[in-house]
């Protein structure tokens, strides 16, 4: 029973700063794997955020987000972050947390467990 929280998101100005939590139980040898964010806005399919290797040593980022948003994780706390910095209006969306089945991943097809979401806003 692999579970996944995120929390963290809120209504913010464009232009202010959010970090993104995801909590993940169940899963043994936590840092053999994979972690990523993707994240949905209305009325578009899911995209890919931001993915970190099981040891942390790799991240990427898509290239939307890339130089604002920053992904990390402990794996002493089972726990991966998203600090988003500079956030606009079209960053608006819900924010996904995702567990991936190999080491490092940004395909949606190697991530089998998924969080609730977490609704970020961000006003002009």
């Known amino acids: 029973q692999v579970q996944l929280v995120e929390s963290g998101g809120r209504l913010v100005q464009a232009g202010e700063s959010l970090r993104l939590v995801c909590a993940v139980s169940?899963?043994?040898?936590?840092?053999?794997?994979?972690m990523g964010w993707f994240r949905q806005a209305p009325g578009k399919e899911r995209e890919f955020v931001a993915a970190?290797?099981?040891?942390?040593?790799?991240?990427g980022y898509a290239e939307s987000v890339k130089g604002r948003f920053f992904c990390s994780r402990d794996n002493t706390q089972n726990t991966v972050f998203l600090q988003m910095n500079s956030l606009k209006p079209e960053d608006t969306a819900v924010y996904y947390c995702?567990?991936?089945?190999?080491?490092?991943?940004?395909?949606?097809?190697?991530?089998?467990?998924w969080g609730q979401g977490t609704q970020v806003t961000v006003s002009s």
């Open positions: 970190i290797s099981g040891s942390g040593g790799a991240t």
């Open positions: 169940g899963r043994s040898s936590f840092s053999n794997f994979g």
């Open positions: 995702a567990l991936s089945d190999i080491y490092y991943s940004k395909q949606p097809s190697h991530f089998p467990s």
